[in-house]
């Protein structure tokens, strides 16, 4: 099964996204991500059997232990890709604590044989695939307020013609 590990977004955090989001619709075209697929990936592992999520469960509770909360903070729009075909993202903050619980995830997957993509971790969450950017300047956007997240998640990924569908198999709660 196809899958990966998030840091789930607070709510509220949530709710600015998806306010950010609606801003953007008036001036880009693309596919817009749904809500409840908003999430900050740490690590993407792709194809794993049951024995790999089992591995992948118990790195996530050694990459967890005695962990705080994080803060998420927005820190200005991105994209990959080309203008006319880009992937545009709401870029965080690379706070000591985000990077180093990444960081930790990695490791401990390492430390289980769990394989993952190993491109650097840019914290970001994914607003709009497929987004054809505007010639010139957006116009001003609210970005949402600081938040802590709580809520490490190994997700199963299902892709089908209307995009992508995230399931939780595992959570660790971090201390609040």
């Known amino acids: 099964m196809r899958t990966f590990i998030?840091?789930?977004?607070?709510?509220?955090?949530?709710?600015?996204?998806?306010?950010?989001?609606?801003?953007?619709?008036?001036?880009?075209?693309?596919?817009?991500?749904?809500?409840?697929?908003?999430?900050v990936t740490l690590a993407f592992l792709g194809e794993v059997d049951e024995a790999g999520v089992r591995d992948?469960?118990?790195?996530?509770?050694?990459?967890?232990?005695?962990?705080?909360?994080?803060?998420?903070?927005?820190?200005?729009?991105?994209?990959?890709?080309?203008?006319?075909?880009?992937?545009?993202?709401?870029?965080?903050r690379p706070t000591p604590e985000l990077l180093l619980l990444a960081g930790d995830v990695r490791l401990a997957l390492d430390a289980y044989g769990v394989a993952y993509d190993r491109k650097t971790f840019r914290p970001h969450i994914t607003l709009v695939r497929r987004a054809r950017m505007p010639q010139g300047e957006l116009p001003a956007l609210v970005f949402p307020e600081?938040?802590?997240?709580?809520?490490?998640?190994?997700?199963?990924?299902?892709?089908?013609?209307?995009?992508?569908?995230?399931?939780?198999?595992?959570?660790?709660?971090?201390?609040?």
């Open 6 to 39: 998030a840091l789930e977004l607070p709510e509220l955090f949530e709710d600015e996204v998806t306010a950010l989001a609606r801003q953007l619709r008036d001036v880009v075209d693309g596919r817009f991500m749904r809500r409840e697929t908003y999430h």
């Open 56 to 92: 992948a469960m118990a790195a996530l509770d050694e990459a967890c232990v005695g962990r705080s909360a994080v803060e998420l903070a927005s820190d200005g729009l991105g994209t990959f890709g080309r203008p006319r075909d880009a992937t545009l993202w709401l870029g965080l």
């Open 146 to 176: 600081p938040g802590q997240a709580a809520r490490v998640t190994l997700f199963k990924s299902e892709l089908s013609s209307e995009g992508a569908t995230y399931k939780p198999l595992y959570t660790v709660e971090l201390a609040r």
